[in-house]
């Protein structure tokens, strides 16, 4: 029986199987993947960006070069900060998605100007998540789908996934719902709620057509609907004057009342969204950063923070333009509780006219440029979780395909079964508002424990004090929104069966948080394991 034939080895593949060896004792093994190069069908990386799609940045050297040290942070450039704009205004969509800007008016129609320091507050806070995760993308080189299928067990896994996407759709259905009533509203009624849908489902395929011309002219057309956001609630602000004291008064000065408990949760919910989370950890690896360059790696995430925190101050001024409008409007008016996206361009046209152009229209075409962006950062976001958690394969259009299906299709069914009335709409808002509520420990938690972890994050972990700051941050939002979902099903269940069937599922939901804080690394999950033990030991006694 003859042996099968030997390949030859040429000088070229025994150095590269050289660096490789020499690679793999010196990285985490979270990294080798990339640089063993998996690939899907069509030979692109499995990866966020294949090696063609990634934008070099002006000297990021792709080979060492002898006697230049890569463990120092060069000079500022503002050059690079170009190369390296893009990534945070798509993150940044997720803050001015059609369910934020509902928040923003009944937070303004209702609490007037007092919650302005809750946004302002919110956002920061939004603002150190979008940052740990920009950290743990750059620093690892793999998203934060694809860390969770690696660093948990398969079931923990695949139960991250199904929360992750029920998440999404849950934004998706709002997103696209508000892009069907910006149509709807600019149409003057013609098209209905779910021939709407039917258009914005459509954005899969303009997401597809954007791709193939590069990640920069994505990001460009992003750029065009924030600004057209802008443009849009910044007129609206100007015609409706609102108090400049009274604004200054709202950022500085704390207030809470029991009044406005209800809003103040709403401003603080509508700023994490799961889904986001996950997006931005897979959006900063569209640039070429070399992770075993520790100078490299920590220039990247110097920018990165500078480009993340300009763009949610873009998405902060934007919501504090609608919040404002609605307090001057309508605060203490008989409409204020009645409002919501699917009447806001009414009121607003009763309340302010017509002028040179039609303040109803401008808030069509605000809406509509906020619901698009949206939805097309979700179908986005549905790739690299759907990828990244179960290690699909698949071309790009196919993955674009399936995400956008399953979230499609639940849509075209709410809008034609909520379609009747505005209070039922109302009422689907807060559903969806409490579903994405109850996911929002599914992507925290990962998130800082991985971010936490030595093994995983080398020197580029968080420190300690950080590290509290964070759990801190996290542990507050978690709580709001469980205060929201607590007040939710207090009012909403009925029954003895439904409230055993909601005890039971908040028993293996708490037990899944306790899992998932335990898993991971950190000071946090070390403290924990220790009360844990410490209990354990206690009722032996």
């Known amino acids: 029986m003859s042996s099968p034939p030997q390949q030859e080895t040429t000088p070229s593949d025994s150095k590269d199987e050289e660096s490789r060896h020499l690679l793999s004792t010196s990285l985490p093994q979270s990294t080798l993947p990339l640089i063993n190069g998996d690939a899907d069908d069509d030979g692109e990386e499995e990866f966020a960006y294949g090696s063609g799609e990634k934008i070099h940045i002006v000297d990021f050297d792709s080979e060492p070069i002898d006697g230049v040290d890569y463990s120092t942070v060069p000079p500022f450039s503002w050059k690079k900060l170009w190369q390296f704009m893009g990534p945070g205004f798509l993150m940044s969509i997720a803050f001015l998605d059609p369910g934020n800007l509902e928040g923003d008016l009944q937070a303004g129609a209702i609490a007037g100007y007092s919650l302005l320091w809750l946004l302002l507050w919110a956002t920061v806070m939004g603002l150190l998540i979008q940052l740990l995760s920009a950290r743990i993308g750059v620093a690892t080189g793999r998203h934060l789908a694809e860390l969770c299928r690696e660093e948990y067990p398969k079931w923990a896994g695949l139960l991250l996934w199904f929360m992750a996407e029920v998440a999404l759709i849950g934004a998706d259905i709002q997103e696209v719902i508000g892009s069907a009533i910006a149509i709807k509203i600019l149409s003057r009624g013609v098209l209905p709620l779910w021939a709407g849908v039917l258009i914005t489902a459509s954005d899969c395929f303009l997401l597809l057509v954007l791709e193939n011309y590069g990640i920069r002219k994505l990001e460009a057309v992003f750029a065009v609907l924030i600004s057209t956001m802008a443009l849009s609630f910044a007129w609206m602000f100007g015609d409706a004057k609102p108090s400049g004291k ?34 931005h950890s897979a959006l900063v690896q569209s640039r070429e950063i070399d992770s075993k360059k520790k100078g490299q790696v920590q220039e990247a995430l110097n920018y990165y923070s500078i480009e993340c ?48 152009f039609p303040i109803l229209y401008i808030w069509g075409i605000g809406l509509l440029a906020a619901g698009q962006s949206s939805t097309i950062t979700g179908t986005y976001a549905g790739q ?25 299709l639940p849509t075209i069914v709410v809008a034609l079964i909520f379609n009747r009335t505005e209070s039922s709409l109302d009422v689907l808002n807060e559903w969806l508002n409490v579903l994405q509520s109850i996911q929002i420990p599914f992507a925290l938690i990962p998130l800082l424990t991985l971010v936490s972890k030595e093994e995983l994050m080398g020197v580029f ?15 507050l939002v978690m709580v709001i929104n469980g205060y929201l979902l607590l007040d939710f099903v207090i009012s909403e269940v009925n029954g003895l069966l439904f409230a055993f069937l909601v005890c039971a599922g908040t028993a293996g939901y708490i037990a899944f948080i306790l899992y998932l804080i335990s898993h991971g690394g950190g000071n946090v999950a070390n403290w924990f394991n220790l009360l844990r033990t410490k209990g354990y030991s206690y009722a032996g006694q």
């Open 461 to 475: 972990k968080i420190g300690p004090t950080l590290e509290r700051v964070a759990w801190t941050v996290a542990a």
């Open 384 to 408: 690299f979780i759907m990828g990244g958690f179960l290690d699909l394969r698949l071309k790009k259009w196919l993955r674009a395909l399936i995400t956008r299906s399953c979230a499609i």
């Open 309 to 356: 925190s300009f763009a949610l101050l873009v998405s902060f001024m934007i919501n504090l333009f609608v919040t404002t409008v609605f307090a001057k409007g309508f605060y203490g008016s008989e409409q204020a509780s009645s409002l919501g996206l699917v009447n806001a361009g009414q009121y607003l046209q009763d309340k302010y006219g017509g002028g040179m």
């Open 246 to 279: 009274e604004l200054l008064a709202g950022l500085l000065i704390p207030k809470l009342s029991s009044r406005t408990v209800r809003q103040a949760v709403g401003v603080v919910g509508c700023v994490i969204m799961p889904h986001n989370v996950f997006l």
